[in-house]
């Protein structure tokens, strides 16, 4: 069984830095893209970052010069430093990852964390 568990959210002040991690375990093959999604209190869920195998990165146009997404692939974990963080960054943020396992190493599955709380205080 996969699992995706973040860590790392929690209450900062505006202006702040926060560090999330996302940790995928379990019967892995490998592991092609990891990101970070977002949603908002009353808002739609949005892309924040995404980081593929080869470490080429996209970010939404609201984070840019602020998020940086990074990987560790020998530690299966994905990164999301946060600076300069603002009241509408409070989300609760969940990671995703693209991977494939032991057992069926053909066969590419998306899965999802459970997510973690980020709250900026103006």
């Known amino acids: 069984q996969v699992q995706l568990v973040e860590s790392g959210g929690g209450l900062v002040q505006s202006g702040g830095s926060l560090r999330l991690s996302c940790a995928a375990s379990?019967?892995?093959?490998?592991?092609?893209?990891m990101g970070w999604y977002r949603h908002a209190p009353g808002k739609q869920c949005e892309f924040v970052a995404s980081?593929?195998?080869?470490?080429?990165?996209n970010y939404a146009d609201s984070v840019k010069g602020r998020f940086t997404i990074s990987r560790d692939n020998a530690k299966n974990t994905v990164y999301l430093q946060m600076n300069s963080l603002k009241p509408e960054d409070t989300a609760v943020y969940y990671c995703?990852?693209?991977?494939?396992?032991?057992?069926?190493?053909?066969?590419?599955?998306?899965?999802w964390g459970k997510g973690t709380l980020v709250t900026v205080s103006s």
């Open positions: 995703n990852a693209d991977l494939t396992e032991k057992s069926r190493p053909w066969l590419s599955t998306h899965y």
């Open positions: 379990g019967s892995i093959f490998l592991i092609y893209g």
């Open positions: 980081i593929a195998s080869g470490g080429s990165t």
